[in-house]
């Protein structure tokens, strides 16, 4: 491929920000052919005429730019670059090829759905196997699991400085701090973070646990109270929903799930339903993967459906 693709002339390889750019048949094995033997390189192959470029286009770049630099995306300008869509046979646009280790190894032509579009661009993605991001995201989930905070403080920051906003790791890295008793360096974290990202599950999540760790001092205080409070009346379903909440503070998580289910179980409908989205508040702090919220989800469909 290097040999039938003319070689660079010098043209400019700033035009671009190294992950969505420009390429040209001068240029094409400089900034397409040898980068692809270390990173895919998808190729765009557009005209200024071309309706479905249009379209395509943007999406394109939407999908290899969430890739976080697992995938690049070439673009080809037809109308500039006849002899370079020649040697490719390119018939009609848009025409997309992906090309690695300086090889074609995947394409299309024509406008795709969005959604086939993403799938392309993770399978493309995928030929590399998982960037270094996506491998230090993962290191550090494993080693928060396993109550390692160090490694995974460190995967989590090494993430974040080269991304200050992604999600993921600005999550994990407040879940160290939280698991290391500093829940002020955790919220301080998040609360840098742009206000829509809050609504992201992971970062509700945490926000959540956070909650509940502020509240573990004098929730301590409460359980006895609350308890004699439940087995002198158990449809007391605001003790309950109290003592659940006291109980998850202190981290005792499998017993404030078993006290909700039992109000579930006893009134499902109470307050509209004040229980049952209690525990879904506890199963969103917990985290979706703790052994309490898979086994309270469980629980809490076999009494639901019943």
């Not at 985290?287 to 639901?304: E, H, I, Q």
Request: aromatic share 6%.
């Amino acid at each position: 491929m290097d040999e039938f693709i003319g070689q660079s002339t010098g043209a400019d390889p700033t035009h671009g920000d190294g992950v969505v750019f420009e390429a040209s048949q001068s240029d094409f094995a400089e900034r397409v052919i040898k980068p692809s033997h270390e990173t895919p390189v998808i190729v765009d192959f557009w005209a200024p005429w071309c309706e479905p470029c249009k379209t395509l286009m943007p999406a394109m770049e939407k999908a290899v730019r969430a890739k976080k630099g697992a995938v690049k995306l070439a673009k080809v300008n037809v109308d500039q670059n006849q002899a370079l869509a020649q040697q490719l046979q390119i018939q009609s646009i848009p025409a997309v090829f992906a090309f690695y280790k300086g090889r074609p190894v995947d394409g299309f032509m024509g406008a795709v759905p969005e959604s086939q579009l993403k799938t392309f661009v993770d399978r493309v993605a995928g030929a590399a196997g998982p960037s270094e991001e996506e491998q230090l995201l993962s290191m550090g989930k494993e080693a928060l699991k396993e109550g390692n905070l160090q490694t995974a403080a460190q995967a989590f920051s090494r993430v974040l400085q080269a991304d200050p906003e992604n999600i993921e790791a600005a999550a994990g890295m407040a879940r160290c701090f939280l698991e290391a008793g500093q829940p002020d360096d955790a919220r301080a974290l998040l609360d840098e973070l742009p206000e829509e990202a809050r609504d992201h599950p992971e970062i509700a999540s945490v926000l959540g646990a956070i909650a509940l760790k502020a509240r573990a001092a004098e929730a301590a205080g409460q359980i006895g109270e609350l308890r004699q409070r439940v087995e002198q009346n158990p449809a007391d379903h605001q003790a309950r929903i109290e003592l659940a909440a006291a109980l998850a503070a202190v981290d005792e998580r499998d017993e404030a799930v078993d006290v909700l289910i039992g109000s579930i179980k006893l009134d499902r409908n109470w307050n509209d339903d004040a229980a049952r989205k209690e525990l879904i508040g506890l199963f969103e702090a917990f985290g979706a993967t703790d052994p309490a919220t898979l086994k309270g989800r469980r629980k809490l469909s076999s009494v639901l459906f019943s």
